[in-house]
């Protein structure tokens, strides 16, 4: 492995250690994330919450600015691939597993078992359970992806820049993004992608094993959920040595068709009018209630602030945590694209399919529960998607189609990790080499066995939401250093009026350079 770096290395052994405590000291690991959880949910929320919309404001900014003809990449360079296998591409990397994990869980959890807005089981409780569960998967969500991948291609492609997160912070950091500080700061993003993307492959383990013993009475437990992730590790490992434009093309867009698939067949055999009727109420509430919900830490509640704790706090927490993976990934695969282009394909688009997706597959789960037959409530998170498949006709085809499509998201989402993370550790080049990739591969695997072992959902959520803290400081000096590099580059070419907040010292100067012209 001669192109690995000292970032490799010392990434390497962060995780190391944290897999052989998770084994060897699983109560004492399970503990301090718990504590370590509670006190940065406690102390943070509004941190996250106001960072978030700061993120979703700058690349509003960014979309109606005249900066979004700025391309990424030099003005020759063409994109390297087409805008549906770019789309699949990045949404299978960016939400995939979680997809299929919370399709119908999210929207029943807050229907039916814990409601953001004491409405519970009650009509308004539906159209509120779908806003929040829009909330979560749309726009602030996606800005935080849209922020560190914009960063990324523009700096890595405009600018000719390493694609490294230090190399972006060098224009407010200079000469220490080379060294021991940058260095730290790729270190830090090593490790929040690995706890990403492990947490996924946990949920993937899971939710595959919940498929198995809903349908076939197999048993859901660790020992099954190791055997499925080292048969799924076994299964991305292949697809991530085939390279980029093999492997993880091919398998992006099969998860799109299958998806598609999968859609189209609940959408068509469910309520119909039912689904679009209720789309169309609760993407008004949703957009209706967009600043409200941005904001909301409940201060005052101690059910309702314990509620955003688990569910908005956890998210925001995810993404920032996988930021730094998809982020990088986008980044790869978006070169020749202009700003405003890249604002409109990763912030809004993806957020209008989450949104049909979570109405179509949400009120299928409403629909099961009002039925009066078996309570969906009753069965695991893991399991919900297959519960729901019992009441339609060829449930048995739909339960196998689903588990084959969370197979195939999660091998992308484990393919994408393992090229990420060698892009990360070997100096930032664009493909990295197969060994790094295949020492990568096999960390994540032992990390999400680590996390399964310690204690399930909990210790992933846990772990989660404490990787994600440092990183997403890092995130707000990648906004600062864009524009900054932004302003310069519009001063430059005259593209509009755009100016930074600038200290003192440095608009007196500016006023100075101004009287000597």
């Not at 690995?194 to 437990?221: C, D, E, K, R």
């Not at 919900?293 to 908005?312: A, H, V």
């Not at 179509?360 to 099961?368: E, L």
Request: proline fraction near 3%.
């Amino acid at each position: 492995m001669k192109k690995a770096s000292l970032v490799f290395y010392v990434s390497l052994a962060i995780v190391g250690s944290l897999v052989l405590m998770g084994i060897l000291m699983p109560t004492t690991l399970e503990k301090v994330t718990s504590v370590a959880q509670n006190f940065i949910t406690n102390s943070f929320g509004w941190y996250y919450l106001v960072l978030v919309m700061v993120f979703v404001v700058a690349c509003a900014y960014l979309f109606v600015s005249p900066l979004g003809r700025i391309k990424l990449g030099k003005q020759e360079d063409e994109p390297e691939f087409s805008k549906p296998t770019w789309l699949a591409m990045l949404f299978s990397a960016g939400v995939g597993i979680s997809l299929i994990f919370y399709g119908t869980y999210e929207p029943l959890s807050h229907y039916a078992i814990s409601s953001p807005t004491g409405e519970l089981g009650t009509d308004q409780g539906m159209k509120d359970a779908l806003r929040f569960t829009f909330f979560h998967y749309g726009i602030h969500g996606w800005a935080v992806y849209g922020v560190v991948s914009l960063v990324l291609a523009y700096f890595a492609f405009r600018k000719g820049e390493l694609t490294l997160i230090s190399r972006t912070l060098r224009p407010i950091i200079g000469k220490h993004a080379d060294g021991l500080v940058g260095k730290v700061i790729d270190i830090i993003a090593v490790v929040s992608t690995v706890l990403g993307v492990a947490t996924s492959l946990g949920f993937g383990a899971m939710q595959i094993n919940g498929g198995l013993s809903y349908l076939f009475g197999i048993p859901s437990n660790f020992t099954i959920q190791s055997i499925i992730i080292f048969v799924v590790t076994i299964l991305f490992m292949i697809s991530a040595l085939t390279g980029l434009s093999k492997g993880i093309k091919i398998l992006s867009n099969l998860n799109m068709g299958l998806a598609a698939a999968l859609f189209l067949i609940v959408f068509l055999l469910g309520s119909t009018v039912f689904t679009l009727n209720l789309f169309v109420d609760s993407v008004g509430a949703y957009l209706q209630n967009f600043i409200n919900m941005g904001f909301r830490i409940s201060p005052l509640n101690e059910d309702s602030r314990s509620w955003i704790n688990g569910w908005t706090l956890f998210y925001w927490a995810w993404w920032i945590s996988w930021a730094p993976f998809v982020g990088v990934f986008i980044a790869r695969v978006s070169k020749g694209r202009t700003i405003r282009e890249f604002v409109l394909y990763v912030l809004l688009i993806p957020t209008l399919i989450a949104i049909v997706w979570f109405t179509n597959f949400g009120s299928a789960a409403f629909i099961t529960e009002m039925g009066g037959g078996a309570s969906l409530t009753s069965l695991l998170p893991e399991e919900t998607l297959f519960g729901v498949f019992e009441s339609f006709p060829y449930s048995m085809a739909l339960s196998i189609l689903a588990i084959i499509l969370i197979g195939t998201f999660f091998i992308t989402s484990a393919d994408s990790g393992t090229f990420v993370l060698g892009m990360m550790t070997a100096n930032g080049t664009q493909n990295p080499s197969n060994k790094i990739k295949v020492v990568w591969g096999v960390f994540l695997a032992l990390t999400a066995f680590a996390l399964l072992y310690t204690g399930g959902l909990q210790a992933l959520q846990n772990t989660m939401i404490i990787g994600a803290l440092p990183f997403s400081v890092i995130m707000l000096l990648m906004l600062w250093s864009l524009f900054k590099s932004l302003n310069e580059e519009a001063k430059e070419f005259g593209i509009g009026q755009f100016k930074v907040i600038e200290n003192k010292k440095t608009a007196n100067k500016h006023k100075k350079d101004t009287k000597a012209v």
